[in-house]
């Protein structure tokens, strides 16, 4: 339930940020260029006189939307294709299991880097590369559980009533599998999180000035010992919301499959 | 036995090829004419030219695939446009910086990880469990690179204790060498220790629960030898595997701590790379780390076979 509601705030905020940041989140102001945390400033300002609390708030739709667009991806593009190779199995399964072994054989992250590195930096370059380098988990898990569907009588039923392939893959298969590709669904969000903080902290993902929780700790860095506020707001931001929602895809996983009650 | 390393090496050479396919692939993403990317900032004409010689850039997809495939199965990852100097040489110089980091993070979560994951599992639903669960989804929620900040502010800044940055190598003084790598290696090895405390964990749950253990208890054994030599021993197992899948992610974190402590190691070759333009130096790093990936799975099934007898028949 914590899990839930520090989502849901955290996308209340980014949905509220024009409304609710005290400052223009990319307004410099020379007279509070790193100014300590203030009634002015809450959460202090960092070396342009920026306000830090309305880049927080308005960094938190950056987050959240790499996060859920990158995984959108994943899954757009993961369930068709393990579908294909769990329900077709032979040749179409080897093939398609070899790429996703390949796949899964670059790190994550270094997967995500090169891709960022040649498509461009930007956000949507950024989430397209976190949502290539995601997709074989959720090849190898629809895959995986397609398998297992396939061996249930109800599939065995709907075939001997001469329903064509399509359709059972798609309305007696998928239904069935789709409580634990939510549960990965839920915490590849907050690895997607992680990873488009990552390449905004490498100068990969959003550029400034807009503000996103990476490059603002990227900045941070060269600040640390005069202006630590600058360093503690965005990460301490990353984390409550990477927490949140692994903490939800735990939750989501005990309450969706029995096995991990 | 034989039959499954058999099995398992002969699938490496499709993945291998896939692998390779898909770096060649990624030059195919840069915008516009390779040969002009490639060249990085300074277009040099004659640079494009000799780009354009070198990759065939005039051929066909498949025949340029393949004799960029040919190179590299002969050793040559191309050249760095930047230093001028082939990537192969630049990853040897590099490596043993990362090695080490490497090295140092995964004993450093080898000691907090199993010592958590034991601890909770022997003492499962006390707060010495809650608190390990605490642990461990602390260290998989942590973005490192704000854990590197966090530490250089305590230990650099306010105590004074720790340089902020910087590498010694160990040849030239290893006292300052272990003082500057000791905080980059415990950024790196805290979330690797969650994901191994969480696997030790649920080993240990599983096997504490079997027979052998309960009789191990009955014949009066002392807990300590039941829980160290009995049961951990056998909870390693589906460790050593689980945990060598996590390595793929302890080097995707070296990147970012690399970059935070400014390490001049694999990391910091590929992100620098990466603002050169370096295309060639970004492809080569991504082979190497895929294959070194590749053979590390493996030797951790090898490694499994070994530790675990039953399977060997």
């Known amino acids: 339930m914590f899990g839930l509601a520090v989502v849901l705030l955290f996308i209340t905020v980014a949905l509220l940020a024009p409304w609710i940041a005290p400052y223009d989140p990319v307004a410099t102001d020379w007279g509070a260029i790193r100014a300590a945390p203030s009634s002015a400033h809450f959460f202090g300002a960092d070396e342009l006189g920026r306000d830090v609390l309305s880049r927080v708030l308005w960094g938190a739709r950056a987050s959240i939307l790499a996060g859920v667009v990158s995984v959108s991806i994943s899954l757009l593009f993961g369930v068709p294709i393990g579908m294909l190779a769990g329900y077709l199995g032979r040749w179409v399964d080897a093939l398609i299991s070899r790429i996703t072994d390949a796949m899964l054989a670059c790190p994550f992250l270094i997967l995500a880097i090169a891709l960022a590195a040649f498509l461009g930096p930007s956000l949507t370059n950024a989430m397209i590369a976190i949502g290539i380098s995601a997709t074989p988990i959720f090849i190898r898990l629809t895959r995986a559980q397609v398998l297992s569907a396939k061996a249930e009588d109800y599939v065995e039923a709907a075939r001997a009533l001469g329903n064509p392939h399509w359709r059972i893959a798609l309305r007696h298969i998928l239904p069935n599998i789709v409580a634990p590709l939510i549960v990965q669904a839920t915490l590849a969000i907050a690895a997607a999180v992680i990873a488009e903080a990552s390449l905004s902290f490498l100068g990969l993902g959003q550029q400034p000035p807009t503000p996103s929780w990476g490059s603002m700790l990227n900045t941070a860095r060269n600040y640390v010992d005069q202006a630590p506020w600058m360093a503690i707001w965005p990460g301490l931001s990353i984390f409550l919301l990477v927490l949140s929602f692994n903490l939800l895809g735990d939750g989501l996983r005990d309450a969706l499959d029995p096995r991990h009650k | ?313």
């Open chain 2, 1 to 313: 036995m034989l039959n499954y390393l058999l099995h398992r090496l002969a699938l490496i050479v499709p993945t291998l090829f896939f692998v390779s396919v898909l770096i060649f692939g990624l030059q195919q993403l840069l915008p516009g004419d390779p040969a002009i990317a490639l060249a990085g900032e300074d277009r040099d004409p004659e640079v494009v030219a000799f780009l354009r010689a070198k990759f065939h850039l005039d051929e066909p997809l498949p025949v340029r695939y393949w004799y960029w495939a040919k190179g590299v199965l002969q050793g040559d990852l191309g050249d760095s446009v930047r230093i001028q100097k082939p990537v192969s040489e630049l990853i040897t110089e590099k490596l043993p910086v990362t090695l080490q980091l490497a090295a140092m993070a995964i004993v450093i979560a080898l000691v907090i990880g199993l010592t958590a994951g034991v601890i909770s599992a022997v003492k499962k639903d006390t707060w010495w469990d809650y608190g390990a669960n605490v642990f461990a989804l602390w260290g998989l929620s942590t973005p490192n690179f704000w854990l590197g900040i966090l530490l250089i502010l305590l230990f650099a800044v306010h105590l004074g204790w720790l340089p902020a940055s910087g590498y010694v190598s160990p040849f030239e003084d290893l006292k300052e060498n272990l003082a500057s790598m000791i905080m980059p290696a415990f950024v790196l090895g805290n979330a690797f220790a969650a994901v191994l405390m969480r696997h030790t964990r649920s080993a240990m749950l599983q096997v504490l629960s079997s027979d052998y253990v309960r009789t191990a208890r009955a014949k009066g054994l002392d807990e300590r030898v039941v829980v160290l030599k009995h049961a951990l021993r056998n909870a390693l197992v589906p460790v050593i595997t689980l945990g060598a899948l996590g390595l793929g992610e302890l080097l995707g974190g070296a990147v970012l701590t690399e970059q935070v402590f400014s390490i001049p190691g694999f990391g910091k070759l590929i992100v620098d790379a990466v603002f050169n333009r370096d295309y060639s130096v970004v492809q080569g790093v991504v082979l190497f780390t895929a294959s070194a990936y590749i053979l590390l799975n493996l030797l951790a099934d090898m490694a499994y076979f070994y530790v675990n007898p039953r399977l060997r028949h």
